[in-house]
């Protein structure tokens, strides 16, 4: 089953315009990841956010965990067209070892 | 530092055939993991190994799927026979975490497309 829900499943802006997308999940977690998918490069591992944590950056990435809320969301700062691809969230739930993946948001970035 | 290799990366196969899928993960990484990606959808998880051993493979289709590791590094992942719905592209990732200790991003190869017709 898949832990995590992404919204919107898509998005669409302009180059230079922030995209913020939002992950909302089920249990307790250990940590929640998100991930970004394109053609090019596969799949690839963007930021971790640990449950005790509530904020964190990573260049134009700024990621937030609500745990009370069970959500956390995704920033990405004034988006180049390269930012075009699949985001998705993962967590890792709490007394699991498994790290469950949502269905993602489709993210287009027009120059 | 190699990444997640993965093979063949597309393999077409008719119904009821039967087709593997190789992975070799970063050199110490303990755990593995193998996912499907149906077109549109997000991974998930087939099955999950911590060195050797098997850790989750609650959602694996056991009577036509399996999946080995052998020595805690390489895994196959088998599919006999394979059905018209297998059709996906499969990603192999590993990393550093172990139970107790999951705070540690995965890294995934470029995966297997295979089309079943």
């Known amino acids: 089953s898949q832990q995590g829900e992404e919204d919107p499943q898509a998005l669409s802006i302009q180059e230079g315009e922030n995209a913020t997308m939002n992950c909302s999940y089920k249990?307790?977690?250990?940590?929640l990841q998100w991930y970004r998918q394109n053609s090019g490069r596969g799949l690839v591992h963007l930021i971790l956010?640990?449950?005790?944590?509530r904020e964190k950056h990573s260049g134009r990435l700024r990621v937030t965990l609500d745990t009370s809320k069970k959500s956390s969301s995704l920033l990405i700062t004034a988006s180049r067209a390269a930012d075009t691809a699949s985001y998705f969230c993962?967590?890792?739930?709490?007394?699991?070892?498994?790290?469950?993946f949502g269905k993602g948001t489709m993210l287009l970035v027009s120059p | 530092e190699a990444g997640v290799a993965q093979s063949p990366r597309y393999k077409i196969i008719e119904k009821r055939q039967s087709v593997a899928f190789w992975c070799n993960p970063i050199?110490?990484?303990?755990?593995l993991y193998w996912y499907q990606q149906i077109l549109g959808q997000g991974p998930k998880l087939l099955i999950q190994?911590?060195?050797?051993?098997?850790?989750?493979d609650s959602q694996l289709p056991k009577d036509r799927f399996s999946a080995e590791r052998l020595k805690g590094v390489d895994s196959t992942l088998k599919i006999q026979p394979a059905k018209l719905e297998d059709s996906a592209v499969y990603l192999c990732?590993?990393?550093?975490?172990?139970?107790?200790?999951?705070?540690?991003?995965?890294?995934f190869g470029q995966g297997t497309r295979l089309t079943v017709v």
């Open positions: 050199s110490g990484h303990a755990t």
């Open positions: 956010i640990r449950s005790n944590e």
């Open positions: 990732a590993s990393s550093l975490a172990t139970l107790g200790f999951m705070n540690t991003e995965a890294f």
């Open positions: 249990t307790s977690i250990n940590n």
């Open positions: 993962a967590t890792d739930a709490e007394g699991y070892s498994t790290l469950t």
């Open positions: 190994f911590q060195n050797n051993g098997v850790v989750d």
